[in-house]
C-alpha cells in the first residue's frame, strides 16, 4: 500500500513540475512586461505600460473645415516629405521654421492666424536607418528563436511595432479556459513580444502616450506628451504627434504639432495627415520647384506665395549660398512681414556668416564677409571705370559707321544678359 501511495506522489509530482515548468516561461514574459528583469538570456528595465499595447491611427473624428477651395493650397515636395502648404489662405500665414545643424538643418514651419495666434506647426526630423538587430540579448540569438525572427518581414515588423499587444490574456487561474489561452500562445510569439518590447523602448520617445498605426499610408504615428507641463499639472495647448514612414530600410520622421479645440488647427492636421506622402529629398526637384516660381508674377514672387516656393526649393538644397540669397533679397522688395524674414536672417548669419539683407538696417554680418563684401565692391568699381575709360576711347577706332553700331549693340546684349543671370539659379 506505501508503495502504491508513493507511487501516486511522485507521478503527482512530476505532473507538477510540468505543469509548472511548462508554464514557467509564461511567468517570466510577465515579469520583463511589468516589473523588468536581469538574466544572462534577456535584461530589460521595467516599461511603460503605454509600449505595451498599440492601436489604429483613426483620423474620422478630427474637426476639419472640409469645404475649402482646393486653389488656397498646393502640395509641394518639401525636404523628405510632399506636403500641402497654403500657397494664398486668407486665414492664417506660414511662417519657416529652421533649427541650424552642421551638416543639414531641421526645416519646417509654423501656421499662424492673421492675428497671430499660432495653431499648427510641422518639423521634418533627421532619418535614421532601421536596424532590427537587437544586441545583449542571447535570447535572441538561440537558433530555435532567431529562425522564427529571420522569417517575419518587415512589413509585418513595422506594423506589429504600432499595433501588437503584448500583454497575456486575463482571467481566473481556476478557470480552464484561461490556461488554454495561455497555452495557444507559443514560446516563439512570446520571445517575438519581448523583441518587440526591446525595439519599441530603444526607438520610440520615453514621453509616448499612444501608439497607432495609419492604415491608409502604412505610417506609425505616436501621440506625445509634454512631460514639463504633466509634471507641473499645466494642461497642453498643442496635440503633438511624431509620425514614422518605413522606406527602403530608413525610418522618416515629421513632427506634427495642433492646437486642440481649435478648428483652423484641426482642418490643417486633417489635410497634412491625408495628403502627406514620403518622397526622397532631390535636387531636381527645387530646379521645378524654382521654375514653377519664376512663372508666377512679380507680385506672388514678393509675396509669401513666393516665399512658399522658394522656402520648398531650397529644402532640397539648402547648402547653396545662392538660392539662400535670392530668397531673402526677393522678399525684401515686398510688402513681408519680418517675422517671414527673420527665420532666413539667422540661419543665413550662422551658416553663411551673414544675412545678405539688402537693407541697411537689417544687414549683418561677420567682420570677414564684411571684408569679402568690401573688396568685391571695390573690384566692381574698377571694372566699371575700365569700361568707361575704354568705351569713351574707342570711339573714333572702329573701321565704319556699322561696325560702330554693331560693338554698342553687342555691348548693349551683354548687360542685357547679365541682368537675367542675377535673377537666375538654376541653368541648362
Known amino acids: 500500500m506505501k508503495a502504491i501511495i508513493l507511487f501516486f506522489l511522485i507521478l503527482v509530482t512530476l505532473a507538477s513540475a510540468s505543469f509548472l515548468g511548462a508554464f514557467a516561461p509564461y511567468h517570466f514574459y510577465n ?35 472640409s469645404s475649402e477651395a482646393t486653389d488656397l493650397w498646393e502640395v509641394f515636395h518639401f525636404s523628405e516629405f510632399e506636403i500641402p502648404l497654403p500657397v494664398r489662405h486668407p486665414m492664417f500665414v506660414m511662417i519657416p521654421l529652421i533649427e541650424y545643424r552642421r551638416d543639414r538643418p531641421i526645416l519646417g514651419a509654423k501656421f499662424k492666424t492673421r492675428g497671430g495666434t499660432e495653431v499648427s506647426s510641422f518639423k521634418v526630423l533627421e532619418s535614421f536607418k532601421f536596424d532590427r538587430r537587437v544586441e545583449h540579448h542571447k535570447i535572441f540569438e538561440l537558433p530555435f ?12 515588423l513595422w506594423k506589429d511595432l504600432f499595433t501588437k499587444d503584448l500583454n497575456l490574456p486575463k482571467g481566473n487561474f481556476k478557470d480552464k479556459e484561461y490556461w488554454k489561452k495561455l497555452w495557444n500562445i507559443s514560446y516563439q510569439e512570446l520571445v517575438y513580444n519581448l523583441y518587440i518590447l526591446q525595439m519599441r523602448s530603444e526607438f520610440f520617445p520615453k514621453n509616448a502616450r499612444n501608439l497607432s498605426y495609419y492604415t491608409n499610408k502604412s505610417f506609425g504615428v505616436i501621440h506625445l506628451v509634454d512631460e514639463a507641463k504633466v509634471d507641473l499639472g499645466l494642461e497642453e495647448l498643442f496635440r503633438s ?3 514614422y514612414v518605413y522606406r527602403d530600410g530608413f525610418i522618416h520622421k515629421l513632427l506634427l504639432r495642433s492646437r486642440f479645440e481649435n478648428v483652423i488647427g484641426d482642418s490643417i492636421r486633417k489635410r497634412i495627415m491625408n495628403a502627406l506622402e514620403y518622397k526622397a529629398n532631390d535636387e531636381a526637384s527645387a530646379i521645378e520647384i524654382y521654375a514653377r516660381y519664376k512663372a508666377l508674377s512679380y507680385y506672388k514672387r514678393v509675396s509669401q506665395e513666393g516665399m512658399i516656393y522658394l522656402y520648398s526649393g531650397w529644402s532640397h538644397v539648402t547648402d547653396k549660398k545662392e538660392f539662400m540669397k535670392e530668397m531673402i533679397q ?62 569713351s576711347d574707342v570711339e573714333g577706332e572702329f573701321e565704319s559707321e556699322d561696325k560702330k553700331v554693331e ?5 548693349a546684349k551683354e548687360a542685357e544678359d547679365t541682368v537675367e543671370d542675377k535673377t537666375i539659379l538654376f541653368k541648362d
Do not use: C, W
Not at 528583469?37 to 534577456?42: A, G, L, Q, V
Not at 522564427?148 to 509585418?156: C, S, T
Not at 560693338?407 to 555691348?411: G, R, S, V, Y
Open 241 to 243: 504627434e511624431l509620425i
Open 31 to 65: 515579469r520583463a512586461l511589468y516589473s523588468g528583469m536581469e538574466s544572462k538570456f534577456f535584461s530589460v528595465e521595467k516599461t511603460s505600460d503605454i509600449i505595451h499595447k498599440g492601436s489604429y491611427y483613426n483620423i474620422d473624428p478630427m474637426k476639419s473645415v
Open 145 to 156: 528563436f532567431k529562425n522564427y525572427l529571420l522569417k517575419i518581414e518587415d512589413k509585418v
Open 407 to 411: 560693338f554698342f549693340l553687342k555691348k
Open 330 to 391: 526677393f522678399l525684401e522688395r515686398g510688402n513681408n512681414s519680418y517675422e517671414y524674414l527673420a527665420p532666413l536672417y539667422r540661419y543665413s548669419f550662422k551658416k553663411f556668416g551673414t544675412n545678405f539683407s539688402i537693407l541697411k538696417d537689417n544687414l549683418k554680418e561677420s567682420e570677414a564677409e564684411k571684408l569679402k563684401r568690401k573688396t568685391l565692391e571695390e573690384e566692381k568699381k574698377q571694372d566699371e571705370k575700365i569700361t568707361n575709360t575704354q568705351t
